[in-house]
């Protein structure tokens, strides 16, 4: 259960540094065009919307869940 969790830590932490070098490499680079740098924030922020969305659907959900107390 420990080791899951770190591993889903790193996962995260790696993803998050990438994507922030990628971020900073795009938007800093004067070859890539304007078009590219808006398709690219476009597809994050839908990524993230849609990652949000479902966190919310599942927080809301986990207080009416019926099943909650049972035991494994």
Do not use: C, F
Request: charged share 20%; no cysteine.
């Amino acid at each position: 259960m420990v080791i899951s969790k770190v591993g889903w830590a790193a996962l995260i932490a790696g993803v998050l540094i990438l994507t922030a070098y990628g971020a900073n490499a795009v938007l800093t680079d004067p070859e890539v065009t304007h078009w590219e740098k808006w398709g690219l924030g476009l597809l994050w922020g839908g990524i993230l919307s849609l990652l949000a969305g479902v966190a919310w659907e599942r927080y809301k959900e986990s207080g009416i869940d019926p099943y909650k107390d049972v035991q494994r």
